[in-house]
C-alpha cells in the first residue's frame, strides 16, 4: 500500500499540500524552541564554568554578606586547615562595576580580577602582556572594539564612588564571548587593582587532582567554624549553570506555548483537511471496493498517504526550524556553547503522531 499511496500523492500531490504545510509549520516551531533553549542554557554554561574550570576548590562566603567579612576572611580559612602542603596556587576573586570612557564610547563594565599564577587563567592573550600593576588591565576583543583602544592605549574608569582611574590596556584576551553580567563591557585587571577591598571568593589549585575530596572536607569543615563554605570547583560549576540556566525559563515557556498553539492548529488543520479528502474521494473508494479492494486495505491506503506525508513534513520542518532556532542564538550572539538540542525530544515529534491520530480517527471504519 506504501507503493499505491506514492504514487497518488505523486499524481495529486496538491491534495495534501495543506496537510503537509500544517506538519512543516508545527515541526518548525517545536524544533526551533527545543534547540533554542538547548543552545541558550548550553552557552549559559559555557560562560558561567569557563573562569571555574581550572579551580579544584573555591572558598565562598556562603550567606554570609562579603562586606562584613575581613579581606583575609579566605586566607585565614586556608591557614587554619592547614593543607598548604597541598596548595599549588591561590587567587582571590574580585569583581567590580564600573563605567569606562574609551576613545570611540563609554559604557559599563565589570572588572574581574585575572590570577597571577598561569595555572588558575582561564584564558589566554591574543595579543600583549597580562597585567602586571594596579594600573594595568587585559580586555576582550569586543571591548576593544566597542571603546576603540589597542595594546598600550588608555581606558578611564569610573567606580560607583565618583573615583576615576586611568589604565593602560596591556593585553588582549581571546575570550570569544561577552559574559552575561547585563554589562556593556569586560576589562581583566590584576588583584593590585581591587587595593584593599574583600574578595568575593579564593579560588584553590592543588598539586594533586587526586586530593580534592580529602582537602575539600578540611576546608569545608574549617569554613562552616567560620561561617562561610568550601566546595569543589565541579560543584559550584554545577551550582551557576543551574543558576543561570534558570533565566532562560521565561522565555522558553513563552516559545513552548506558541509552539502548542501551533501543533493545535496542525491538528485542526490535518482533521478538517482529511474529511473534506475523503468526501471528495468518495467514488475512487467505492471504485476501489468494487474491484475487490477490503476495508483494511482502503484504510491501509489513507494511513500510508498520511505516514508519508507527516515524515515528510516533520523532517523538513525540524531540519529548518532546527537551523532557524541556532541561527537565532547565532545573530543574537549567543551560541557560545555551539549547537544544543536533545536528541530524543526532536525525535518524539508530535506532528507526526498528531498526523497518525486524525488520520487514525478517519469515518472510513464507518464509511468504507
Known amino acids: 500500500m506504501i507503493r499505491v499511496a506514492w504514487a497518488q500523492i505523486r499524481h495529486s500531490p496538491s491534495r495534501l499540500l495543506a496537510v503537509l504545510l500544517a506538519v512543516v509549520l508545527s515541526a518548525m516551531m ?26 579544584d576548590v573555591i572558598i565562598d562566603p556562603g550567606d554570609a554578606d562579603v562586606k562584613s567579612l575581613k579581606p583575609s576572611w579566605a586566607e585565614d580559612v586556608l591557614a587554619k586547615a592547614n593543607v598548604g602542603g597541598k596548595v599549588r596556587a591561590t587567587a582571590p576573586y574580585y569583581a567590580a562595576t564600573v563605567t569606562a570612557y574609551g576613545s570611540a564610547a563609554r559604557g559599563t563594565a565589570n572588572v574581574y580580577s585575572v590570577s597571577r599564577d598561569p595555572s588558575l587563567r582561564w584564558f589566554g592573550l591574543e595579543s600583549g602582556d597580562w597585567p602586571a600593576s594596579a594600573d594595568q588591565v587585559v580586555v576582550s576583543r569586543d571591548t576593544a ?18 573615583t576615576k582611574r586611568v589604565v593602560t590596556v596591556s593585553g588582549i ?119 475487490g479492494a477490503k476495508r483494511a486495505n482502503i484504510r491501509s491506503l489513507v494511513l500510508s498517504e498520511a505516514l508519508i506525508t507527516a515524515l515528510a513534513g516533520t523532517i523538513i520542518g525540524a531540519l529548518v526550524g532546527a537551523g532557524g532556532g541556532y541561527a537565532a542564538m547565532v545573530a543574537m550572539g549567543q551560541a557560545f556553547g555551539g549547537f544544543a538540542a536533545n536528541p530524543f525530544l526532536l525525535a518524539d515529534s508530535p506532528p507526526t503522531r498528531s498526523c497518525w491520530r486524525e488520520r487514525c480517527s478517519c469515518p472510513l471504519r464507518r464509511r468504507c
Not at 572594539?145 to 565618583?162: A, E, F, M, R
Open 145 to 162: 572594539d566597542g571603546l576603540g583602544v589597542n595594546v598600550g592605549g588608555t581606558v578611564t574608569l569610573k567606580s560607583s564612588d565618583g
Open 173 to 291: 584576551n581571546d575570550v570569544r564571548f561577552k559574559p552575561m553580567t547585563g554589562t556593556d563591557y569586560a576589562i581583566y585587571a590584576d588583584p593590585s587593582y581591587f587595593g584593599e577591598a574583600t574578595p568575593g571568593e579564593l579560588f584553590v589549585k592543588l598539586d594533586d587532582p587526586s586530593d580534592i575530596d580529602a582537602v575539600t572536607e578540611r576546608l569545608a569543615a574549617t569554613a562552616r567554624a567560620d561561617g562561610v563554605t568550601a566546595v569543589e570547583g565541579s560543584e559550584m560549576i554545577r551550582q551557576a549553570s543551574a543558576m543561570m540556566a534558570g533565566g532562560s525559563t521565561q522565555l522558553t515557556v513563552i516559545m513552548a506555548v506558541f509552539a502548542v498553539i501551533a501543533l493545535l492548529c496542525a491538528m485542526m488543520v490535518i482533521s478538517s483537511t482529511y474529511r473534506t479528502l475523503i468526501a471528495q474521494r468518495t467514488r475512487d473508494i467505492a471504485m476501489l471496493r468494487l474491484i
Open 30 to 55: 517545536l524544533a526551533g524552541t527545543v534547540v533554542f533553549q538547548a543552545t541558550s542554557t548550553a552557552s549559559m554554561a559555557t560562560v558561567t564554568a569557563a573562569p571555574l574550570r581550572p579551580v
